[in-house]
């Protein structure tokens, strides 16, 4: 037996205990058993780990720093450049030098706190070279990271000659859930015909749902209307995620408010991006610009689960990125203006819980007993002082265990005023 003694834990004022055995929580509280080790956490916040529910792992460190090798960043800063400068750079690709920068992004991830991710993975690729990197890597790193992967049709399902086949034949090699990208699709009839297909594959592989979904300004992109309704009908909605929705930033309230509706009646799940799409979105735009970001704050005001995502680490799509969600998530309550004083006590739900309700892992999520024993330890007293400070994670337990520990900062020289 293991305790863990003095955590502020997150969301639960009652509790400053956490009793481990067998790598999973057999009780939180105070004053608990005694037990073989006790850890004290120095009065610091303990959550449930960060959970990224959308990166790119095959494509995390593609574009370098622009002074040598690497495929750089698009030139307009588009969404549609990138995808259009993708194929080039990913036929020289091997399963080996794939899954190279895969261990390089889950560093990243995973040094900040993060212990699930639903990753994207290109299956435009006849060779699959990228899912076969992923399968091996997801098998071979478990134990230290939930891994969900996604069968992404990154250059179409019809925009690509076979792009629907090759994402079922993903599905078949192990994929987690079924992608799509209907607003790259060369007409509103091929987007839609993919949602039918996504969802159809969907229900006869008994797969989730992820969908590169309205990732444009452009008002008229409505995708997502079709998915709500589709998975609606499936009664799927929970198992489905519309990623992006970046035009649903853009639409009026008249559209907008019907749809949160039907959004609540479904239980669908939205991931927003937001230092991706404040980077990409926009672009057509002179003055005033918009954001690129969904409805985050309307979605949590009307209970639709939404959360937040790095979705790229130094890609032609994004150029920077590290995978600290407490930039992300800064990032996002700025943009979402999800910033009143009660608001800044909750909004780390955005990239721990609602992450993992999204990927549908709340039977092991959540520092509760009977659960496995993950949870990262913030530099910081409360909630409120970590979102200020953008707290660094000191610590990252799994299964009881500590994947990385680390001291806070300490001065040389204090300053001293
Ligand atoms: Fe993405």
Redesign the pocket.
């Known amino acids: 037996m293991k305790k863990f003694i003095n955590a502020k834990i997150y969301r639960n004022d009652e509790a400053s205990e956490i009793l481990v055995d067998d790598g999973k929580i057999v009780e939180i509280g105070n004053s608990l058993a005694d037990a073989d080790e006790v850890i004290d956490l120095d009065h610091k916040l303990v959550s449930a780990p960060f959970v990224d529910p959308?990166?790119?792992l095959d494509y995390v460190f593609v574009a370098g720093d622009g002074t040598g090798e690497g495929s750089g960043d698009s030139k307009s800063g588009t969404l549609f450049e990138a995808i259009n400068r993708w194929p080039e750079i990913k036929k020289n690709q091997t399963v080996k030098d794939v899954k190279e920068r895969i261990y390089k992004g889950l560093y990243e991830e995973m040094r900040h706190g993060v212990q699930a991710i639903r990753t994207?993975i290109d299956v435009t690729d006849p060779k699959f070279t990228a899912l076969k990197a992923m399968l091996e890597v997801r098998e071979e790193v478990k134990d230290k990271v939930d891994l969900q992967i996604v069968s992404?049709p990154q250059n179409g399902m019809y925009a690509f000659k076979g792009g629907a086949e090759l994402v079922e034949e993903g599905l078949k090699m192990g994929a987690d859930c079924v992608g799509g990208i209907p607003h790259f699709e060369w007409a509103r009839e091929f987007g839609e015909k993919s949602i039918h297909e996504v969802v159809r594959l969907a229900v006869k592989y008994d797969k989730l749902i992820d969908v590169?979904c309205d990732?444009t300004d452009d008002t008229h992109s409505r995708f997502v209307e079709l998915l709500n309704a589709l998975v609606l009908s499936e009664g799927i909605g929970k198992r489905t995620t519309a990623?992006?929705t970046c035009s649903f930033g853009s639409a009026d309230n008249a559209y907008a408010f019907r749809m949160m509706d039907l959004f609540k009646k479904s239980g669908m799940n939205f991931t927003s991006?937001p230092t991706?799409n404040v980077y990409l979105q926009g672009r057509q735009d002179s003055y005033p610009k918009r954001r690129g970001i969904t409805r985050v704050k309307e979605f949590i005001e009307n209970g639709i689960n939404v959360c937040f995502?790095q979705?790229?680490i130094n890609d032609p799509?994004y150029p920077l990125g590290n995978g600290n969600l407490m930039n992300i998530l800064d990032n996002g309550i700025h943009l979402a203006q999800t910033m009143s004083l009660p608001e800044i006590h909750t909004v780390l739900d955005l990239i721990t819980i609602n992450g993992a309700i999204c990927l549908n892992m709340e039977d092991r999520y959540g520092i509760e007993a009977g659960k496995p024993a993950n949870f990262i330890v913030l530099d910081a007293p409360n909630a409120f002082e970590a979102v200020r400070n953008r707290s660094d994670v000191l610590a990252s337990v799994r299964h009881g265990e500590f994947l990385f520990k680390k001291k806070p900062v300490a001065y040389d020289v204090e300053l001293s005023l």
Request: aromatic fraction near 14%; charge should be negative; hydrophobic fraction near 20%.
């Open positions: 959308h990166l790119h994207h992404f590169h990732e990623s992006h991006q991706e995502g979705d790229s799509w």
